[in-house]
Protein backbone atom coordinates (compact mmCIF):
# COMPACT_ATOMS: atom_id res chain seq x y z
CA UNK A 1 0.00 0.00 0.00
CA UNK A 2 1.10 4.02 -0.59
CA UNK A 3 0.54 5.64 2.38
CA UNK A 4 -0.93 8.82 2.19
CA UNK A 5 2.10 11.47 0.91
CA UNK A 6 2.31 15.39 0.50
CA UNK A 7 4.68 14.74 -2.72
CA UNK A 8 4.74 12.31 -5.40
CA UNK A 9 6.78 12.16 -8.06
CA UNK A 10 6.45 9.27 -11.03
CA UNK A 11 9.85 7.99 -13.03
CA UNK A 12 10.91 5.35 -15.35
CA UNK A 13 13.91 3.60 -14.74
CA UNK A 14 17.05 4.00 -17.59
CA UNK A 15 19.05 1.66 -18.68
CA UNK A 16 22.35 3.56 -17.61
CA UNK A 17 21.02 3.64 -13.77
CA UNK A 18 21.12 -0.38 -14.12
CA UNK A 19 24.67 -1.94 -13.25
CA UNK A 20 26.56 -5.56 -13.73
CA UNK A 21 23.78 -7.11 -11.74
CA UNK A 22 21.07 -5.80 -14.02
CA UNK A 23 19.51 -3.89 -11.16
CA UNK A 24 19.65 0.05 -10.14
CA UNK A 25 22.39 1.01 -8.61
CA UNK A 26 21.98 1.64 -5.11
CA UNK A 27 23.70 5.21 -5.22
CA UNK A 28 20.75 5.92 -7.77
CA UNK A 29 18.32 6.00 -5.21
CA UNK A 30 19.85 8.55 -3.79
CA UNK A 31 19.58 10.30 -6.78
CA UNK A 32 16.15 9.98 -7.18
CA UNK A 33 15.19 10.81 -3.65
CA UNK A 34 17.31 13.88 -4.39
CA UNK A 35 15.42 14.85 -7.64
CA UNK A 36 12.08 14.12 -5.79
CA UNK A 37 12.99 16.96 -2.91
CA UNK A 38 14.24 19.11 -5.30
CA UNK A 39 11.00 18.75 -7.24
CA UNK A 40 8.69 19.20 -3.98
CA UNK A 41 10.46 22.44 -3.27
CA UNK A 42 9.51 23.57 -6.97
CA UNK A 43 6.18 23.01 -6.32
CA UNK A 44 6.64 25.45 -3.18
CA UNK A 45 7.27 27.52 -5.69
CA UNK A 46 10.90 27.24 -4.43
CA UNK A 47 14.44 26.60 -6.56
CA UNK A 48 17.08 24.72 -5.37
CA UNK A 49 19.76 26.59 -8.03
CA UNK A 50 18.39 29.71 -7.31
CA UNK A 51 18.45 29.05 -3.47
CA UNK A 52 22.21 28.83 -3.94
CA UNK A 53 23.10 31.64 -5.77
CA UNK A 54 21.24 33.61 -2.69
CA UNK A 55 23.35 31.72 -0.47
CA UNK A 56 21.09 29.74 0.56
CA UNK A 57 22.38 26.00 0.33
CA UNK A 58 19.71 23.24 1.57
CA UNK A 59 22.26 19.81 2.38
CA UNK A 60 21.93 16.68 3.49
CA UNK A 61 23.27 16.12 7.04
CA UNK A 62 21.97 12.34 7.81
CA UNK A 63 20.57 9.91 5.39
CA UNK A 64 19.48 6.10 6.11
CA UNK A 65 18.21 3.62 3.59
CA UNK A 66 16.79 0.13 3.49
CA UNK A 67 16.19 -1.62 0.53
CA UNK A 68 13.82 -4.15 0.13
CA UNK A 69 13.26 -4.59 -3.82
CA UNK A 70 15.32 -3.80 -6.29
CA UNK A 71 14.12 -1.74 -9.19
CA UNK A 72 14.85 -3.42 -13.13
CA UNK A 73 15.38 -1.88 -16.58
CA UNK A 74 11.60 -0.60 -17.51
CA UNK A 75 10.30 -0.44 -14.22
CA UNK A 76 8.06 2.83 -13.53
CA UNK A 77 7.91 3.63 -10.04
CA UNK A 78 6.20 6.36 -7.71
CA UNK A 79 9.00 8.40 -5.15
CA UNK A 80 7.00 9.57 -2.31
CA UNK A 81 7.75 12.71 0.67
CA UNK A 82 6.67 13.20 3.63
CA UNK A 83 8.20 15.79 5.62
CA UNK A 84 8.43 17.32 9.15
CA UNK A 85 10.45 19.99 11.00
CA UNK A 86 12.14 19.31 14.33
CA UNK A 87 14.29 22.70 15.28
CA UNK A 88 16.14 23.59 12.69
CA UNK A 89 16.37 20.09 10.75
CA UNK A 90 13.90 19.24 7.89
CA UNK A 91 13.00 15.17 8.13
CA UNK A 92 12.08 13.87 4.91
CA UNK A 93 10.46 10.73 4.95
CA UNK A 94 10.49 9.01 1.48
CA UNK A 95 9.75 6.01 -0.04
CA UNK A 96 9.77 4.33 -3.26
CA UNK A 97 6.89 2.35 -4.73
CA UNK A 98 6.80 0.41 -7.81
CA UNK A 99 4.32 0.71 -10.74
CA UNK A 100 1.74 -1.00 -11.08
CA UNK A 101 2.09 -3.19 -8.32
CA UNK A 102 2.99 -1.02 -5.26
CA UNK A 103 6.02 -2.86 -3.77
CA UNK A 104 7.63 -0.96 -1.58
CA UNK A 105 11.32 -0.59 -3.08
CA UNK A 106 12.81 1.83 -0.78
CA UNK A 107 12.26 3.24 2.19
CA UNK A 108 14.48 6.54 3.79
CA UNK A 109 15.05 8.96 5.96
CA UNK A 110 16.77 12.04 4.95
CA UNK A 111 17.75 15.08 7.61
CA UNK A 112 18.20 17.84 5.82
CA UNK A 113 19.41 21.66 6.75
CA UNK A 114 19.86 25.07 5.29
CA UNK A 115 23.20 26.63 5.50
CA UNK A 116 23.35 30.18 4.82
CA UNK A 117 26.22 32.24 3.72
CA UNK A 118 28.27 29.33 5.39
CA UNK A 119 26.64 28.90 8.51
CA UNK A 120 23.98 26.92 9.77
CA UNK A 121 20.54 28.55 10.51
CA UNK A 122 16.73 28.06 9.31
CA UNK A 123 15.81 29.53 5.66
CA UNK A 124 12.34 30.92 6.78
CA UNK A 125 10.82 31.27 3.59
CA UNK A 126 11.57 27.86 2.85
CA UNK A 127 10.27 26.63 6.37
CA UNK A 128 6.80 28.43 5.77
CA UNK A 129 6.09 27.63 2.29
CA UNK A 130 6.32 24.05 3.38
CA UNK A 131 3.99 25.36 6.32
CA UNK A 132 1.48 26.68 4.23
CA UNK A 133 1.43 23.74 0.84
CA UNK A 134 0.79 21.19 4.17
CA UNK A 135 -2.56 23.20 4.44
CA UNK A 136 -3.36 22.70 1.15
CA UNK B 1 12.80 24.97 -35.07
CA UNK B 2 12.41 21.51 -34.22
CA UNK B 3 12.47 19.17 -37.36
CA UNK B 4 10.28 16.28 -38.27
CA UNK B 5 11.44 13.33 -36.15
CA UNK B 6 10.57 9.57 -35.82
CA UNK B 7 10.64 9.68 -32.21
CA UNK B 8 10.52 12.52 -29.57
CA UNK B 9 10.84 12.46 -25.70
CA UNK B 10 10.57 15.10 -23.42
CA UNK B 11 12.55 15.52 -20.01
CA UNK B 12 13.55 17.59 -17.82
CA UNK B 13 16.90 17.99 -16.22
CA UNK B 14 17.49 16.72 -12.52
CA UNK B 15 20.05 18.66 -10.54
CA UNK B 16 22.38 15.95 -9.70
CA UNK B 17 23.11 15.85 -13.44
CA UNK B 18 24.67 19.92 -13.41
CA UNK B 19 28.16 20.28 -12.67
CA UNK B 20 30.32 23.16 -11.03
CA UNK B 21 29.49 25.72 -13.68
CA UNK B 22 26.08 25.25 -12.77
CA UNK B 23 25.23 23.22 -16.40
CA UNK B 24 24.40 19.74 -17.21
CA UNK B 25 27.53 18.19 -17.35
CA UNK B 26 28.55 16.96 -20.89
CA UNK B 27 28.87 13.27 -20.38
CA UNK B 28 24.64 13.15 -19.44
CA UNK B 29 24.36 14.02 -22.60
CA UNK B 30 25.31 10.64 -23.61
CA UNK B 31 22.69 9.20 -21.11
CA UNK B 32 19.80 11.05 -22.15
CA UNK B 33 20.59 10.15 -26.26
CA UNK B 34 20.98 6.68 -24.44
CA UNK B 35 17.53 6.92 -22.57
CA UNK B 36 16.00 8.11 -25.92
CA UNK B 37 17.06 5.15 -27.91
CA UNK B 38 15.98 2.41 -25.68
CA UNK B 39 12.38 4.60 -25.58
CA UNK B 40 12.58 4.54 -28.82
CA UNK B 41 13.20 0.36 -28.59
CA UNK B 42 10.11 -0.17 -26.50
CA UNK B 43 7.94 1.65 -28.74
CA UNK B 44 8.98 -0.63 -31.37
CA UNK B 45 8.27 -3.38 -29.27
CA UNK B 46 11.80 -4.78 -28.10
CA UNK B 47 13.72 -4.48 -24.47
CA UNK B 48 17.07 -3.48 -24.80
CA UNK B 49 17.96 -5.74 -21.41
CA UNK B 50 16.06 -8.37 -22.98
CA UNK B 51 17.49 -8.70 -26.41
CA UNK B 52 20.53 -8.43 -23.84
CA UNK B 53 19.52 -11.59 -22.33
CA UNK B 54 18.70 -13.05 -25.71
CA UNK B 55 22.51 -12.90 -26.70
CA UNK B 56 21.80 -9.60 -28.83
CA UNK B 57 23.96 -6.60 -27.86
CA UNK B 58 23.27 -3.65 -29.77
CA UNK B 59 26.17 -1.41 -29.22
CA UNK B 60 28.09 2.15 -30.13
CA UNK B 61 30.53 2.26 -32.19
CA UNK B 62 30.90 5.82 -33.29
CA UNK B 63 29.70 9.21 -31.92
CA UNK B 64 30.22 12.91 -32.41
CA UNK B 65 28.31 15.43 -30.70
CA UNK B 66 27.93 19.71 -30.66
CA UNK B 67 27.58 21.10 -27.97
CA UNK B 68 25.22 24.26 -29.04
CA UNK B 69 23.59 25.60 -26.14
CA UNK B 70 23.75 24.10 -22.21
CA UNK B 71 20.50 23.22 -20.28
CA UNK B 72 20.41 24.29 -16.51
CA UNK B 73 18.66 23.72 -13.50
CA UNK B 74 14.87 23.32 -14.09
CA UNK B 75 14.68 22.99 -17.78
CA UNK B 76 12.38 21.00 -19.64
CA UNK B 77 13.38 19.74 -23.37
CA UNK B 78 12.86 17.70 -25.64
CA UNK B 79 15.32 14.74 -27.34
CA UNK B 80 14.29 13.74 -30.78
CA UNK B 81 15.43 11.24 -33.00
CA UNK B 82 15.92 9.86 -36.34
CA UNK B 83 17.18 6.88 -37.59
CA UNK B 84 18.31 4.97 -40.67
CA UNK B 85 20.31 1.91 -42.16
CA UNK B 86 23.58 1.85 -43.56
CA UNK B 87 24.37 -1.65 -43.71
CA UNK B 88 24.37 -3.74 -40.89
CA UNK B 89 24.92 -0.19 -39.30
CA UNK B 90 22.23 1.95 -37.26
CA UNK B 91 22.90 5.73 -37.94
CA UNK B 92 20.59 7.70 -35.48
CA UNK B 93 20.33 11.44 -35.85
CA UNK B 94 19.65 12.69 -32.59
CA UNK B 95 18.77 16.59 -31.40
CA UNK B 96 18.09 17.98 -28.27
CA UNK B 97 16.00 21.30 -28.13
CA UNK B 98 15.20 23.09 -24.80
CA UNK B 99 11.46 23.94 -23.95
CA UNK B 100 9.48 25.81 -24.68
CA UNK B 101 11.88 27.82 -26.85
CA UNK B 102 12.98 24.86 -28.99
CA UNK B 103 16.91 26.71 -28.88
CA UNK B 104 19.06 23.64 -29.97
CA UNK B 105 21.54 22.44 -27.33
CA UNK B 106 22.68 19.61 -29.22
CA UNK B 107 23.14 17.72 -32.35
CA UNK B 108 24.19 14.09 -32.51
CA UNK B 109 25.18 11.71 -35.01
CA UNK B 110 25.33 7.86 -33.13
CA UNK B 111 26.31 4.77 -35.09
CA UNK B 112 25.55 1.54 -33.94
CA UNK B 113 25.41 -2.12 -34.75
CA UNK B 114 24.20 -5.41 -33.33
CA UNK B 115 26.48 -7.57 -31.77
CA UNK B 116 25.18 -11.49 -32.02
CA UNK B 117 26.81 -13.80 -29.56
CA UNK B 118 29.99 -12.23 -29.35
CA UNK B 119 29.79 -11.16 -33.37
CA UNK B 120 28.80 -8.50 -35.91
CA UNK B 121 25.44 -8.84 -37.29
CA UNK B 122 22.34 -8.28 -38.41
CA UNK B 123 19.43 -8.52 -35.78
CA UNK B 124 16.81 -8.93 -38.57
CA UNK B 125 13.79 -8.33 -36.60
CA UNK B 126 14.95 -5.23 -34.82
CA UNK B 127 15.73 -4.01 -38.19
CA UNK B 128 12.09 -5.11 -39.40
CA UNK B 129 10.51 -3.38 -36.83
CA UNK B 130 12.13 0.22 -37.29
CA UNK B 131 11.65 -0.60 -40.89
CA UNK B 132 7.82 -0.83 -39.87
CA UNK B 133 7.62 1.76 -37.27
CA UNK B 134 8.64 4.54 -40.07
CA UNK B 135 6.15 3.49 -42.07
CA UNK B 136 3.33 3.96 -39.84
CA UNK C 1 42.59 11.02 13.69
CA UNK C 2 42.32 8.57 11.26
CA UNK C 3 41.26 5.35 13.57
CA UNK C 4 42.59 1.70 12.66
CA UNK C 5 40.99 0.22 9.24
CA UNK C 6 41.20 -3.00 7.88
CA UNK C 7 41.39 -1.92 4.50
CA UNK C 8 42.19 1.30 3.08
CA UNK C 9 42.02 3.14 -0.30
CA UNK C 10 42.67 6.43 -1.86
CA UNK C 11 40.87 8.67 -4.33
CA UNK C 12 41.09 12.07 -5.34
CA UNK C 13 37.07 13.87 -6.39
CA UNK C 14 37.02 14.35 -10.11
CA UNK C 15 34.70 17.10 -11.24
CA UNK C 16 31.97 15.83 -13.04
CA UNK C 17 31.23 14.39 -9.31
CA UNK C 18 30.80 17.95 -7.95
CA UNK C 19 27.30 19.43 -8.43
CA UNK C 20 25.88 22.95 -9.02
CA UNK C 21 26.74 24.07 -4.98
CA UNK C 22 30.27 22.74 -6.10
CA UNK C 23 30.38 20.19 -3.52
CA UNK C 24 30.81 16.36 -4.17
CA UNK C 25 27.46 15.32 -4.71
CA UNK C 26 25.70 13.41 -1.68
CA UNK C 27 24.96 10.51 -3.77
CA UNK C 28 28.69 9.90 -5.32
CA UNK C 29 29.83 9.25 -1.95
CA UNK C 30 28.12 6.14 -1.95
CA UNK C 31 30.33 5.15 -5.04
CA UNK C 32 32.88 5.84 -3.35
CA UNK C 33 31.47 3.45 -0.58
CA UNK C 34 30.59 0.53 -2.71
CA UNK C 35 33.91 0.92 -4.64
CA UNK C 36 35.74 0.82 -1.42
CA UNK C 37 33.78 -2.84 -0.76
CA UNK C 38 34.78 -4.09 -4.04
CA UNK C 39 38.15 -3.29 -4.12
CA UNK C 40 38.40 -5.07 -0.65
CA UNK C 41 37.09 -8.22 -2.23
CA UNK C 42 39.49 -7.76 -4.28
CA UNK C 43 41.96 -7.92 -1.72
CA UNK C 44 40.35 -10.63 -0.72
CA UNK C 45 41.12 -12.40 -3.71
CA UNK C 46 37.56 -12.32 -4.47
CA UNK C 47 35.43 -10.63 -7.45
CA UNK C 48 32.20 -9.04 -7.39
CA UNK C 49 31.49 -9.34 -11.54
CA UNK C 50 32.42 -13.07 -10.93
CA UNK C 51 30.54 -14.16 -7.88
CA UNK C 52 27.52 -11.98 -9.81
CA UNK C 53 28.35 -15.01 -12.68
CA UNK C 54 28.51 -17.79 -10.06
CA UNK C 55 24.94 -17.01 -8.61
CA UNK C 56 26.11 -15.01 -5.68
CA UNK C 57 25.18 -11.25 -5.06
CA UNK C 58 26.16 -9.10 -2.54
CA UNK C 59 23.56 -6.76 -2.33
CA UNK C 60 23.07 -3.66 0.29
CA UNK C 61 20.47 -3.92 2.77
CA UNK C 62 21.03 -1.14 4.53
CA UNK C 63 22.83 2.33 4.68
CA UNK C 64 23.09 4.85 6.91
CA UNK C 65 25.46 7.99 6.20
CA UNK C 66 26.12 11.19 8.21
CA UNK C 67 28.01 13.85 6.07
CA UNK C 68 30.36 15.77 8.05
CA UNK C 69 32.57 17.96 5.99
CA UNK C 70 32.02 18.02 1.82
CA UNK C 71 34.73 17.23 -0.53
CA UNK C 72 35.62 19.78 -2.81
CA UNK C 73 36.51 19.49 -6.25
CA UNK C 74 40.48 18.54 -6.28
CA UNK C 75 40.30 17.34 -2.42
CA UNK C 76 41.82 13.70 -2.06
CA UNK C 77 40.70 11.42 0.62
CA UNK C 78 41.21 8.20 2.39
CA UNK C 79 38.32 5.98 2.17
CA UNK C 80 38.45 3.35 5.04
CA UNK C 81 36.82 0.24 5.97
CA UNK C 82 36.22 -2.26 8.86
CA UNK C 83 33.49 -5.41 8.63
CA UNK C 84 31.93 -7.53 11.05
CA UNK C 85 29.66 -10.29 10.68
CA UNK C 86 26.53 -10.79 12.63
CA UNK C 87 24.49 -13.66 11.49
CA UNK C 88 24.73 -13.93 7.81
CA UNK C 89 25.15 -10.21 7.31
CA UNK C 90 28.48 -8.43 6.81
CA UNK C 91 28.20 -4.91 8.94
CA UNK C 92 30.65 -2.45 7.07
CA UNK C 93 31.79 0.07 8.93
CA UNK C 94 32.81 2.81 6.54
CA UNK C 95 34.24 6.55 7.16
CA UNK C 96 35.83 9.07 4.54
CA UNK C 97 38.96 11.24 5.89
CA UNK C 98 40.33 14.28 3.65
CA UNK C 99 43.70 14.10 2.79
CA UNK C 100 45.93 15.77 4.32
CA UNK C 101 44.30 17.28 6.96
CA UNK C 102 42.40 13.77 7.76
CA UNK C 103 39.14 15.18 8.46
CA UNK C 104 36.53 13.38 8.93
CA UNK C 105 34.44 13.81 5.86
CA UNK C 106 31.42 10.95 6.04
CA UNK C 107 30.83 8.09 8.12
CA UNK C 108 28.50 5.23 7.11
CA UNK C 109 27.57 1.85 8.12
CA UNK C 110 26.20 -0.28 5.47
CA UNK C 111 24.50 -3.51 5.93
CA UNK C 112 24.83 -6.20 3.26
CA UNK C 113 23.52 -9.74 2.90
CA UNK C 114 24.71 -11.96 0.45
CA UNK C 115 21.84 -13.54 -2.27
CA UNK C 116 22.62 -16.99 -3.80
CA UNK C 117 20.87 -18.31 -6.76
CA UNK C 118 18.17 -15.65 -5.85
CA UNK C 119 17.68 -17.07 -2.30
CA UNK C 120 19.23 -15.45 1.13
CA UNK C 121 21.79 -16.79 2.32
CA UNK C 122 25.80 -17.43 3.26
CA UNK C 123 28.46 -17.04 0.70
CA UNK C 124 30.88 -19.30 2.79
CA UNK C 125 33.92 -18.80 0.79
CA UNK C 126 33.65 -15.25 1.50
CA UNK C 127 32.94 -15.24 5.21
CA UNK C 128 35.97 -17.24 5.53
CA UNK C 129 38.36 -14.97 3.08
CA UNK C 130 37.35 -11.86 5.18
CA UNK C 131 37.98 -13.95 8.53
CA UNK C 132 41.66 -14.90 7.23
CA UNK C 133 41.98 -11.22 5.96
CA UNK C 134 41.80 -9.76 9.00
CA UNK C 135 44.11 -12.38 11.07
CA UNK C 136 47.15 -11.02 8.91
CA UNK D 1 50.80 0.68 -29.19
CA UNK D 2 50.61 3.21 -26.99
CA UNK D 3 51.88 5.99 -29.30
CA UNK D 4 53.68 9.23 -27.72
CA UNK D 5 51.24 11.68 -25.54
CA UNK D 6 51.73 14.88 -23.65
CA UNK D 7 50.00 13.75 -20.75
CA UNK D 8 48.98 9.87 -19.50
CA UNK D 9 46.61 9.28 -16.30
CA UNK D 10 45.87 5.72 -15.08
CA UNK D 11 42.51 4.40 -13.63
CA UNK D 12 40.82 1.14 -12.96
CA UNK D 13 37.84 0.79 -14.02
CA UNK D 14 34.74 1.00 -11.18
CA UNK D 15 31.85 -1.44 -10.48
CA UNK D 16 29.36 1.28 -10.82
CA UNK D 17 30.14 2.37 -14.30
CA UNK D 18 29.62 -1.00 -15.67
CA UNK D 19 26.00 -1.65 -17.18
CA UNK D 20 23.72 -4.29 -18.08
CA UNK D 21 26.01 -5.39 -20.38
CA UNK D 22 28.84 -6.32 -17.63
CA UNK D 23 30.85 -3.40 -19.54
CA UNK D 24 31.61 0.17 -18.69
CA UNK D 25 28.95 2.46 -19.87
CA UNK D 26 29.38 4.78 -23.03
CA UNK D 27 28.93 7.50 -21.41
CA UNK D 28 31.54 6.86 -18.58
CA UNK D 29 34.24 7.37 -21.33
CA UNK D 30 33.41 11.12 -21.44
CA UNK D 31 33.68 11.75 -17.81
CA UNK D 32 37.40 9.34 -17.70
CA UNK D 33 38.25 11.73 -20.73
CA UNK D 34 36.87 15.23 -19.10
CA UNK D 35 39.18 14.18 -16.06
CA UNK D 36 41.96 13.36 -17.91
CA UNK D 37 41.40 16.97 -19.11
CA UNK D 38 41.16 18.60 -15.63
CA UNK D 39 44.35 16.62 -14.79
CA UNK D 40 46.35 17.77 -17.30
CA UNK D 41 45.04 21.06 -16.90
CA UNK D 42 46.21 20.58 -12.69
CA UNK D 43 49.44 19.40 -13.90
CA UNK D 44 49.75 22.49 -15.87
CA UNK D 45 49.27 24.80 -12.43
CA UNK D 46 45.68 25.60 -13.40
CA UNK D 47 42.46 24.37 -12.05
CA UNK D 48 39.32 24.17 -13.51
CA UNK D 49 36.73 25.27 -10.36
CA UNK D 50 39.31 27.91 -9.59
CA UNK D 51 39.15 29.01 -13.60
CA UNK D 52 35.20 29.07 -13.07
CA UNK D 53 35.10 31.51 -10.17
CA UNK D 54 37.64 33.97 -12.62
CA UNK D 55 34.52 33.79 -15.02
CA UNK D 56 36.66 31.62 -17.30
CA UNK D 57 34.63 28.75 -18.41
CA UNK D 58 36.65 25.93 -20.62
CA UNK D 59 33.93 24.40 -22.51
CA UNK D 60 33.73 21.30 -24.84
CA UNK D 61 31.86 22.96 -28.65
CA UNK D 62 32.53 19.05 -30.19
CA UNK D 63 32.89 15.48 -29.69
CA UNK D 64 33.59 12.47 -31.23
CA UNK D 65 34.60 9.01 -30.67
CA UNK D 66 35.14 5.70 -31.41
CA UNK D 67 34.58 2.85 -29.38
CA UNK D 68 36.75 -0.12 -30.27
CA UNK D 69 37.12 -2.77 -27.11
CA UNK D 70 35.39 -2.39 -24.09
CA UNK D 71 36.61 -2.00 -20.83
CA UNK D 72 35.11 -4.83 -17.95
CA UNK D 73 34.67 -4.84 -14.36
CA UNK D 74 38.25 -4.80 -13.05
CA UNK D 75 40.46 -3.32 -16.15
CA UNK D 76 43.20 -0.82 -15.53
CA UNK D 77 43.53 1.70 -18.58
CA UNK D 78 45.98 4.46 -19.54
CA UNK D 79 43.44 7.72 -20.43
CA UNK D 80 46.35 9.36 -23.23
CA UNK D 81 46.25 13.07 -24.07
CA UNK D 82 47.43 15.28 -26.88
CA UNK D 83 46.43 18.90 -27.24
CA UNK D 84 46.93 21.27 -30.23
CA UNK D 85 45.66 24.87 -30.77
CA UNK D 86 43.69 26.28 -33.80
CA UNK D 87 42.75 30.04 -33.35
CA UNK D 88 40.45 29.95 -30.15
CA UNK D 89 39.89 26.39 -30.29
CA UNK D 90 42.20 23.90 -28.15
CA UNK D 91 41.94 20.20 -29.85
CA UNK D 92 42.20 17.64 -27.75
CA UNK D 93 43.53 13.89 -29.32
CA UNK D 94 42.28 11.39 -26.31
CA UNK D 95 42.70 7.95 -26.55
CA UNK D 96 42.49 5.24 -23.94
CA UNK D 97 44.45 1.87 -23.54
CA UNK D 98 43.55 -1.21 -21.34
CA UNK D 99 46.04 -2.58 -19.15
CA UNK D 100 48.57 -4.13 -19.73
CA UNK D 101 48.27 -5.07 -23.56
CA UNK D 102 47.81 -1.65 -24.41
CA UNK D 103 44.46 -2.72 -26.55
CA UNK D 104 43.10 0.78 -27.77
CA UNK D 105 39.87 0.86 -26.44
CA UNK D 106 38.42 4.61 -27.38
CA UNK D 107 39.36 7.52 -29.63
CA UNK D 108 38.20 10.55 -29.35
CA UNK D 109 38.48 13.83 -30.50
CA UNK D 110 37.78 16.83 -28.34
CA UNK D 111 37.13 20.71 -29.39
CA UNK D 112 37.26 22.96 -26.43
CA UNK D 113 36.64 26.47 -26.06
CA UNK D 114 37.20 29.27 -23.12
CA UNK D 115 33.75 31.11 -22.36
CA UNK D 116 35.47 34.27 -20.68
CA UNK D 117 32.45 36.18 -18.59
CA UNK D 118 30.19 34.82 -21.00
CA UNK D 119 31.91 35.63 -24.29
CA UNK D 120 33.67 33.32 -26.77
CA UNK D 121 37.64 34.48 -25.92
CA UNK D 122 41.33 32.92 -25.64
CA UNK D 123 42.40 32.47 -22.27
CA UNK D 124 46.02 33.91 -22.48
CA UNK D 125 47.36 31.94 -19.29
CA UNK D 126 46.22 29.01 -20.89
CA UNK D 127 47.67 28.72 -23.99
CA UNK D 128 50.91 29.95 -22.66
CA UNK D 129 50.60 27.15 -19.88
CA UNK D 130 49.77 24.63 -22.84
CA UNK D 131 52.97 25.87 -24.70
CA UNK D 132 54.91 25.94 -21.98
CA UNK D 133 54.81 22.40 -20.55
CA UNK D 134 54.69 20.98 -24.70
CA UNK D 135 58.34 22.25 -24.68
CA UNK D 136 59.29 20.76 -21.10
Given at each position: ?18 D ?11 N ?10 C????D?A ?22 K ?20 D ?38 R????
Open positions: MVSHCTFALEFKVRDYECIQGIVNNAVYQYLEHTRHEYLELGLFELHNQGIDLVVARLSMSFKTPLSGDRFLSCLNVKKEGIKYIFQKIYRLPDKKQCISAEVTAVAVINGKLGEAKHVSDAMEYKQT
